[in-house]
């Protein structure tokens, strides 16, 4: 997992660092970066990527930690944002970004600790595996990289954020419907499962992806996948 810290106050990033350093040999921390405003994080976030948790001070000159959670939010849904303040009063507008949670400073080693466990529980839930037999080669696919698989001429196809073509196995589509439906999955054609994660919009007659492409989908059945859509992206709306 990878760790933002971003507090304009040096001792509380590096205070927070030590903490963190104390819980590597059960929370499976890899990177741990600091960053003193919201607008150096934001920057970097937008040009250059993702982390998995960002510790994000409140208060700060430039940019606020509100300002800049809610512009890290349009970019990424998944993130989980923990808010770090003196004040309580700040708690109601913080999860209106689907704040993961809200820790008033200094941090309780206790009460982090339980928030980091959770949030080591829910990346695991954000990077289940799905393996796949390849002609050659068994392979692992983590699910969000998935966007659809369709089946077509005994094969199912996999359309992946990892790869230009698609990987091709033998196989029916029920033999992935179960398993990946739980995951944000929609049956939105008898041969095709798309990744909700991916839809940009669902139109009059097919499904466009944020990939720009355009996937079939049963045109009688529209309804039904407009709620399904509309209930999943509930959770991210800000």
């Known amino acids: 997992m990878k760790f933002a810290i971003c507090d304009d106050c040096i001792e509380s990033q590096n205070e927070l660092r030590d903490i963190l350093d104390s819980f590597k040999s059960e929370i499976p921390i890899t990177l741990i970066e600091a960053y003193s405003s919201g607008d150096d994080l934001y920057a970097q976030y937008k040009d250059n990527g993702r982390y998995d948790v960002i510790f994000l001070d409140i208060e700060m000159p430039g940019m606020s930690g509100l300002a800049t959670g809610h512009e890290i939010r349009k970019i990424d849904k998944d993130v989980m944002i923990i808010f770090l303040t003196n004040y309580e009063r700040f708690m109601g507008a913080s999860f209106e970004i689907c704040t993961f949670d809200y820790i008033k400073k200094p941090p309780d080693v206790d009460r982090l600790h339980s928030v980091l466990i959770r949030a080591t529980k829910n990346y695991q839930e954000l990077h289940h595996r799905l393996q796949i037999k390849l002609k050659d080669k068994l392979l692992e696919l983590e699910v969000n990289e998935i966007i659809y698989i369709e089946y077509h001429e005994r094969y199912v196809h996999f359309y992946t954020t990892i790869n230009e073509e698609p990987y091709k196995c033998a196989g029916k589509l029920i033999d992935y419907k179960k398993k990946l439906i739980p995951y944000g999955f929609l049956e939105c054609h008898k041969s095709i499962l798309i990744n909700m994660n991916y839809i940009r919009s669902i139109e009059s007659e ?24 509309k209930e999943y992206s509930m959770r991210y709306l800000i």
């Not at 944020?210 to 529209?222: L, P, Q, Y």
């Open 206 to 229: 097919s499904i466009e992806t944020k990939t720009n492409v355009h996937v079939r989908m049963s045109i009688k059945n529209k309804s039904y996948y407009l709620k399904k859509f």
